[in-house]
């Protein structure tokens, strides 16, 4: 890592980029997915994905993988491709619409990937779009670009994505909001989820855009403003980041994390909570065990009226994958408490404003 912080200092970013990922491994092909992950020392942030076909549209009835019912409309579900364009660049996405949508304003969760997957990957391992046909919502998945990362990474260790109107936050907002002038959306339930750098990214966006978003998700991800470059953003994957940083409104934040984590330091997750939850007394703190599954360590933190702040789930044995996904997509542990359901019931608990 001494040559990759040399070449940063002289400012060759591209050089130093190659050097780390040298030194971490970025690239090679990993093991097949079997639930688990490597958690070796050549990870960063996420390591190659395997390629994963089309995610097709959640069908009527029982939804395989997860033996969840979806709705039985008779109407088909979308998944379509489209693309936004700002002045802070150009990006691919995938929206799922559940059967049966129509004028009724239906809640979008926003998801976003870790570096090397895409949104057909994403939707597959997190069985997001089953889901959403079962419970009516909507989900849009921005693709990150090889263009704009290499490893297809959200770039929230960058300064220059990390601040509302620039960069990344300002071109995944204005998606956001293009999806929700296209198609029947609440406003006061709009959500955002990531894995790794796209947890990273969804902090960002919670922090930059409190107005848009009612709730965020955070699954192995960092703290918004925990590194501002790349020696910063190693540092904070190890878990020696510093302070990250406080803003005046804060929107609930559920995080997930396994403490067996060794691409991105479980005290990352810690950081999520405690910025989501300023002022918060001892949390509750909570057991769960579940036949054949990982147990896990749920603390809800609440302000001095009892409102929760944040839910931090900790996965006992888990690595850097999204807990109870399915094996169809990347980086994913069957083993673990279901990630999506527990997001899901957390954001549909925080509207942006109660309903009278």
């Known amino acids: ?17 190659a050097a780390i990922q040298s030194a971490l491994g970025i690239g090679r092909t990993p093991a097949a997915n079997d639930g688990a ?3 070796g020392a050549d990870e960063v942030v996420d390591v190659q994905a395997r390629t994963v076909a089309d995610a097709a549209p959640a069908l009527p009835g029982v939804v395989a993988d997860t033996g969840r019912t979806a709705i039985d409309t008779g109407a088909p579900a979308q998944f379509t491709a489209g693309s936004f364009a700002t002045k802070a ?8 619409v559940p059967a049966g949508a129509g004028s009724q304003p239906l809640p979008l969760v926003v998801m976003l990937h870790g570096c090397t997957q895409d949104p057909d990957d994403f939707a597959a391992g997190t069985a997001m779009n089953e889901l ?8 849009l998945y921005p693709a990150q670009s090889q263009q704009a990362n290499p490893q297809r990474c959200w770039n929230w260790f960058k300064h220059s994505h990390q601040e509302r109107g620039r960069g990344e936050p300002a071109l995944l907002a204005g998606m956001t909001h293009q999806v929700m002038e296209q198609h029947a959306i609440d406003a006061d339930r709009v959500y955002v989820a990531g894995l790794s750098a796209g947890g990273a990214m969804a902090a960002i966006l919670g922090d930059t855009y409190p107005d848009l978003y009612a709730a ?28 990250a940083r406080t803003s005046a409104r804060h929107v609930p934040t559920i ?4 403490d067996a984590d060794s691409t991105v330091h479980p005290s ?6 405690a910025a989501s939850s300023p002022g918060a007394g001892a949390p509750d703190v909570q057991q769960h065990e579940q036949a054949g599954k990982r147990r896990s360590t749920r603390r809800v933190h609440r302000d001095a009226t009892g ?10 044995g888990a690595a850097h994958a999204w807990s109870g996904g399915s094996a169809r997509g990347s980086y994913t542990d069957a083993r673990g408490p279901d990630a999506s359901i527990e997001m899901l019931r957390f954001f549909m608990e925080h509207p942006r404003r109660p309903a009278q």
Do not use: I
């Not at 660049?89 to 799922?96: E, P, T």
């Not at 995080?255 to 396994?258: I, K, L, M, Q």
């Open 268 to 273: 990352n997750g810690e950081q999520v909570a």
């Open 37 to 39: 992950l490597r958690t």
């Open 307 to 316: 409102k929760v702040l944040a839910e931090h789930w900790v996965v006992h």
């Open 255 to 258: 995080v997930f994390h396994g």
């Open 132 to 139: 959403a046909q079962a419970q009516g919502f909507c989900v």
């Open 216 to 243: 965020v998700g955070v699954h192995s991800g960092l703290a918004a403003g925990s590194a501002s470059d790349l020696p910063s953003a190693l540092a904070a994957m190890q878990g020696k980041s510093g302070r």
């Open 1 to 17: 890592m001494s040559e990759a912080n040399r070449l940063t200092r002289a400012g060759d970013l591209h050089a130093a980029t």
């Open 89 to 96: 660049g150009r990006r691919d996405y995938k929206l799922f």
